[in-house]
């Protein structure tokens, strides 16, 4: 008992200090560390009823924020536009307004669509701006190349597109064939960094029967920088029309076939180089 009424009177006494300090304008921290309370609860007990001081308290700054967005409310504006104007989250001015009533719309449906579109069309056009801005940064990066770039590039792009002797059908010769326009000007530079002549080149289109066959071959002619009457006959594809074909309009020119004649030789360099390359870049990454 007596044990009980001590511990009353010694809080009681720390009480009255507590009291007093709260009353000189201390915060409950500076109490706290004043006292050596540390536990929040016992804090509170001891300076409750006392009302803090009026330096702790939070300034009221908000309260003009808040007078301001309800007026604009008040005007129709929507909850992003006043968030924009006050620079407050949207929360906020949801809190603050919320009962008041929607403005009405200040645009049609149709209006409304139109910026959407407008938006989606700018933003689009910015994408595609960055998208270029990355390739030509690409392609000024890669400079001029060396013969040997030149000729290890083409190796892998025979490789990938090109025709290859099989075992079961040996045919030691280079033939390639592309739609690209891109593709076969490279082809064609490569072949002759290798002393290919154009004389050993045979060259014929390959196309659809219904598409326009002597617009392709003049496009085609015109990207090998030869005549067109060095064209051998077109092979011309059977038109299935139950194959729904995207590759179709005036952007169809069809594929050149590029083939060298006595190329066997060339053919064996190239496959060796091509095992080169892959042998070279497996011992890289070991």
Known sequence: MTEITNRHENFETLRERAVALRREGLSLRQIARE???????????????????????????????????????????????????????????????????????RRTPEERRARMNAGLAELRAAQEREREAQKEAATRAVGRLSERELFLAGVVLYWAEGTKSKTYRRSEALQFINSDPDVIRFHLRWLASLGVTKDRLTLRLSIHESADVPAAETF????????????????????????????????????LIVYVRQSADLYRRVEGAWYGIVLGATRQAG
């Open 220 to 255: 085609w002619a015109d990207v090998a920088g030869v005549e067109t009457t060095a064209l051998r006959r077109a092979t011309l594809k059977k038109h299935n029309p139950r194959t729904v074909r995207k590759n179709t309009g005036e952007a169809y020119h069809g594929c």
């Open 35 to 105: 006292l050596g309370v540390r536990n929040k609860e016992t804090l509170s007990r001891l300076v409750q009823g006392e009302p803090p001081p009026e330096w702790t308290k939070r300034p009221r700054a908000k309260d003009d924020v808040r007078r301001r967005a309800r007026e604009l409310r008040s005007q129709g504006w929507t909850y992003s536009e006043i968030q924009t104007e006050l620079s407050c989250s949207k929360s906020s001015v949801s809190l603050w307004v919320r009962d008041l009533p929607a403005p009405e719309p």
